[in-house]
């Protein structure tokens, strides 16, 4: 380097660093402005845009401001509802089917109960059988102890369908502990009111099938039990039901009598009970279809028994409103419910079943079960609105799953009900069906088990007049959205069955954080029992 531009080099320097020492110069021009980072790349913060960051936070921040009440006897009020045969995946399904059908792509959708603070898991299992059946879960869920298959609020002690062997085996259920409470009760179903789900709740007997006395066995005459219709009419707890709606007016009615429909009754003692329901209690009504549901007036009616069908109620998807056929809704049915039950000061416990999930699960229809599912969801949204988290404990499960799976790769947004489109190479949905090793197009959901394959004109029950059919089909050309539309199974069966798998427990109010982890199902009745102290309520009142 030439040393005279070295020495000026640090002359330089040093005068800088001397210029410290005089006055300070005048402030120069302003730079241009930097980029702003729109696109992502420029050093903003993505965490204050990104919307799955934003959300998960603010799931955090809420459930972090949860605060618990766990006092004994701290919900005035208890509603149970119960999808049967509501598996997870059935409600995964039901919740991408409900998006849908609100224009969205689905998977982002939440039914209302999944919007409850507290989840946990009920293991299903009956005392004597690994899959259960409906009458030992509810069982397990209305009286605090696991039973047998096909029993209703019994003891494990009993011989199923052997009426001796019943005595001295019944237990004590929700139910009748809040009406010796003094508390208001009811029980709401969309099948019928005297089936293993609701029976549960108000009856006792080892064989889930005498719904009337017309299938009770001689042994069971002889031996003094009672159908389970006759045991709605005999419940002596306090002021009795005061809520029972659902279907299976037959097993109310004698076989000489016909009813609106032109349906004849199943009793062969010649009583109608339904007559005796408006006898017995006073502000009694009875209702056979919407038009004259919607036509009680809560706050002059104590007593309210609505039967809207000889046999179940339809699916939601098949339902009527006007005439002799016409349904209300499981909303319509929970809203009734709770005005006509709220006017007690000391409280009440209803008990809410979907109850034709299940039934449309076993003909391999997932376009009814998933739509009953939405239907239980709007059920429990009028539920949520109609109470407050502050005294009324709601909770929404399910007695059992069923053989019913989401498969295949589709891509976000595919129809719930359609075929499976995935994505390419490039992550970009497909233009054309996804195939199976055949060349066979797929649907998303299906069974491993049942009647299999059906393209019907309506669908639902009327699978069962047709063959099992197993197998591949190719779907090309098959709307398998339509409600006729019944999805392939893997192992042909004369009727889809239930699955084992855990079912899931959403929870809100009073004690709701007592729903956690997984648990026996029969913890449902001790987390009722806490949180109304009924009980000890039902002993004090005695």
Same mark, same amino acid.
């Given at each position: 380097?030439?040393?005279?531009?070295?020495? #000026?080099s640090i002359a330089a320097l040093l005068g800088l660093a001397?210029?410290?020492?005089?006055?300070?110069?005048?402030?120069?021009?302003?730079? %241009? *402005?930097?980029?702003?980072?729109?696109?992502?790349?420029?050093?903003?913060?993505?965490?204050?845009?990104?919307?799955?960051?934003?959300?998960?936070?603010?799931?955090?921040?809420?459930?972090?401001?949860?605060?618990?009440?766990?006092?004994?006897?701290?919900?005035?009020?208890?509603?149970?509802?119960?999808?049967?045969?509501?598996?997870?995946?059935?409600?995964?399904?039901?919740?991408?089917?409900?998006?849908?059908?609100?224009?969205?792509?689905?998977?982002?959708?939440?039914?209302?109960?999944?919007?409850?603070?507290?989840?946990? #898991?009920?293991?299903?299992?009956?005392?004597?059988?690994? %899959?259960?059946?409906?009458?030992?879960?509810?069982?397990?869920?209305?009286?605090?102890?696991?039973?047998?298959?096909?029993?209703?609020?019994?003891?494990?002690?009993?011989?199923?369908?052997?009426?001796?062997?019943?005595?001295?085996?019944? #237990?004590?259920?929700?139910?009748?502990?809040?009406? &010796?409470?003094?508390?208001?009760?009811?029980?709401?179903?969309?099948?019928?009111?005297?089936?293993?789900?609701?029976?549960?709740?108000?009856?006792?007997?080892?064989?889930?099938?005498?719904?009337?006395?017309?299938?009770?066995?001689?042994?069971?005459?002889?031996?003094?039990?009672? *159908?389970?219709?006759?045991?709605?009419?005999?419940?002596?707890?306090?002021?009795?039901?005061?809520?029972? &709606?659902?279907?299976?007016?037959?097993?109310?009615?004698? !076989?000489?009598?016909?009813?609106?429909? +032109?349906?004849?009754?199943?009793?062969?003692?010649?009583?109608?009970?339904?007559?005796?329901?408006?006898? !017995?209690?006073?502000?009694?009504?009875?209702?056979?279809?919407?038009?004259?549901?919607?036509?009680?007036?809560?706050?002059?009616?104590?007593?309210?028994?609505?039967?809207?069908?000889?046999?179940?109620?339809?699916?939601?998807?098949?339902?009527?409103?006007?005439?002799?056929?016409?349904?209300?809704?499981?909303?319509?049915?929970?809203?009734?419910?709770?005005?006509?039950? $709220?006017?007690?000061? $000391?409280?009440?416990?209803?008990?809410?079943?979907?109850?034709?999930?299940?039934?449309?699960?076993?003909?391999?229809?997932?376009?009814?079960?998933?739509?009953?599912?939405?239907?239980?969801?709007?059920?429990?949204?009028?539920?949520?609105?109609?109470?407050?988290?502050?005294?009324?404990?709601?909770?929404?499960?399910?007695?059992?799953?069923?053989?019913? %799976?989401?498969?295949?790769?589709?891509?976000?947004?595919?129809?719930?009900?359609?075929?499976?489109?995935?994505?390419?190479?490039n992550g970009l949905p497909a233009t054309t069906n996804s195939?199976?090793?055949?060349?066979?197009?797929?649907?998303?959901?299906?069974?491993?088990?049942?009647?299999?394959?059906?393209?019907?004109? %309506?669908?639902?029950?009327?699978?069962?007049?047709?063959?099992?059919?197993?197998?591949?089909?190719? #779907?090309?050309?098959?709307?398998?959205?339509?409600?006729?539309?019944?999805?392939?199974?893997?192992?042909?069966? +004369?009727?889809?069955?239930?699955?084992?798998?855990?079912?899931?427990?959403?929870?809100?109010?009073?004690?709701?954080?007592?729903?956690?982890?997984?648990?026996?199902?029969?913890?449902?009745?001790?987390?009722?029992?806490?949180?109304?102290?009924?009980?000890? $309520?039902?002993?004090?009142?005695?």
């Amino acid at each position: 380097m030439n040393k005279k531009l070295l020495v #000026l080099s640090i002359a330089a320097l040093l005068g800088l660093a001397a210029c410290g020492d005089g006055e300070t110069g005048e402030t120069g021009a302003n730079g %241009t *402005d930097g980029t702003n980072g729109a696109d992502g790349s420029k050093g903003q913060d993505w965490t204050s845009v990104n919307q799955w960051y934003v959300d998960g936070q603010a799931r955090v921040t809420k459930a972090a401001g949860l605060s618990a009440n766990d006092e004994a006897g701290a919900a005035k009020n208890v509603i149970l509802f119960v999808g049967d045969g509501m598996g997870v995946s059935t409600i995964t399904a039901a919740r991408i089917l409900d998006g849908q059908l609100k224009g969205q792509t689905g998977e982002e959708n939440s039914l209302s109960f999944e919007t409850l603070p507290y989840v946990g #898991l009920s293991k299903t299992y009956n005392v004597d059988g690994q %899959t259960p059946d409906s009458a030992g879960t509810m069982s397990a869920m209305m009286t605090g102890v696991k039973t047998d298959v096909g029993v209703i609020s019994q003891a494990e002690g009993v011989e199923r369908g052997n009426c001796a062997s019943a005595d001295g085996q019944n #237990l004590v259920t929700s139910l009748e502990l809040a009406a &010796m409470a003094g508390m208001s009760t009811g029980v709401v179903t969309t099948a019928r009111i005297t089936h293993a789900t609701p029976a549960a709740t108000y009856a006792h007997v080892p064989e889930r099938n005498w719904e009337a006395d017309s299938n009770l066995p001689a042994e069971a005459v002889t031996n003094g039990c009672k *159908d389970i219709a006759a045991q709605l009419l005999d419940f002596s707890y306090g002021d009795g039901l005061n809520v029972v &709606m659902g279907g299976g007016r037959r097993a109310f009615i004698p !076989k000489t009598m016909t009813d609106p429909e +032109g349906k004849a009754g199943k009793r062969n003692d010649g009583r109608d009970l339904t007559a005796e329901w408006q006898t !017995k209690y006073p502000n009694a009504a009875y209702v056979q279809d919407r038009d004259s549901f919607l036509a009680v007036n809560p706050q002059v009616t104590d007593h309210l028994l609505g039967l809207f069908n000889s046999s179940h109620m339809e699916y939601d998807l098949d339902r009527t409103e006007a005439g002799v056929t016409g349904e209300p809704s499981l909303a319509e049915m929970t809203a009734k419910s709770i005005d006509l039950l $709220k006017k007690n000061d $000391k409280g009440f416990v209803l008990i809410v079943e979907a109850g034709r999930i299940d039934h449309a699960h076993h003909a391999g229809n997932a376009a009814r079960a998933l739509h009953d599912t939405i239907a239980l969801s709007e059920a429990v949204r009028v539920a949520m609105e109609k109470t407050s988290a502050n005294d009324t404990l709601v909770m929404v499960t399910a007695d059992h799953s069923h053989v019913f %799976t989401i498969a295949g790769y589709p891509t976000r947004g595919n129809p719930i009900l359609g075929l499976v489109k995935s994505n390419d190479a490039n992550g970009l949905p497909a233009t054309t069906n996804s195939t199976d090793n055949n060349g066979l197009p797929y649907t998303t959901v299906g069974y491993a088990n049942g009647m299999g394959y059906a393209s019907l004109a %309506t669908g639902g029950d009327e699978r069962y007049g047709f063959p099992v059919d197993s197998g591949r089909k190719d #779907l090309n050309y098959v709307d398998t959205q339509s409600p006729g539309y019944h999805q392939e199974a893997l192992i042909p069966l +004369g009727d889809e069955t239930h699955a084992g798998e855990d079912v899931a427990i959403f929870a809100r109010g009073p004690s709701a954080d007592l729903i956690q982890g997984t648990v026996e199902q029969n913890h449902i009745f001790h987390v009722i029992n806490h949180a109304a102290n009924l009980v000890a $309520k039902a002993e004090a009142a005695q």
